[in-house]
Nanobody, 121 residues
Framework: QVQIVESGGGLVQPGGSLRLSCAAS????????INWYRQVPGKERELVAS????????IYADSVKGRFTISRDDAKSTVYLQMTSLKPEDTAMYSC??????????????WGQGTQVTVSS
């Protein structure tokens, strides 16, 4: 059974830090790229950070570059999103997505339920 469970969200003051975790099971985690998305009600979902299956490539949204760091521990089937210098505009539901592209027309994608991050004083 495939499971993706996010954790680590919560309420933090502006300028604070949080570390989100994305723990996976039920599939070959090491073959999947992992993406962190965030969404605010009424707005489109935004790709925040991405790490490829070998951890050799990472991508960040311009809005979080220099503040967020994505990493993975395949031995634990877990991806982390270290968030620093948090701003109120980082407030959102953060969701983890695992994606494996088999070909140009076929991909496997799994989603977690998300963890809420609220940045407020």
């Amino acid at each position: 059974q495939v499971q993706i469970v996010e954790s680590g969200g919560g309420l933090v003051q502006p300028g604070g830090s949080l570390r989100l975790s994305c723990a996976a099971s039920g599939f070959t985690f090491s073959r999947f790229a992992i993406n962190w998305y965030r969404q605010v009600p009424g707005k489109e979902r935004e790709l925040v950070a991405s790490i490829d299956s070998t951890a050799s490539s990472t991508i960040y949204a311009d809005s979080v570059k220099g503040r967020f760091t994505i990493s993975r521990d395949d031995a634990k089937s877990t991806v982390y999103l270290q968030m620093t210098s948090l701003k109120p505009e980082d407030t959102a539901m953060y969701s983890c997505n695992a994606k494996f592209v088999q070909s140009s027309y076929r991909a496997t994608s799994y989603w977690g339920q998300g963890t809420q991050v609220t940045v407020s004083s």
